[in-house]
């Protein structure tokens, strides 16, 4: 395909001089592919199972068995802890 542009002298001088590409269609041809490559890495559907556990967010932790029951009476014992200074 033929394209005609206008690209500032400037920004093609900055492409150049932070990659190892040389001549303006290499540089427009990398910025499109690494644009189709982020839109579609976004569009992508998402595992969130997956997301999860590749983004180290899933964890572990100890507690009472019976704490989704009785987690306001813990919580105010801590708080009382921590924070009574009587």
């Known amino acids: 395909m033929q394209l005609n542009i ?3 002298d400037q920004l093609l001088q900055q492409a150049r001089s932070i990659s190892n590409l040389t001549s303006e269609q290499e540089i427009i041809e ?3 592919r690494n644009w189709v490559a982020t839109q579609l890495k976004c569009q992508a559907p998402k595992n969130s ?3 999860l556990l590749e983004s180290d967010f899933i964890g572990c932790g100890e507690a009472e068995p019976t704490l989704s029951a009785n987690y ?3 919580f105010s014992c801590i708080v009382d802890e ?3 200074y009587r």
């Open 6 to 8: 206008v690209i500032d």
């Open 30 to 32: 990398e910025v499109l």
């Open 49 to 51: 199972a997956k997301t």
């Open 72 to 74: 306001k009476q813990v």
């Open 82 to 84: 921590k924070y009574d």
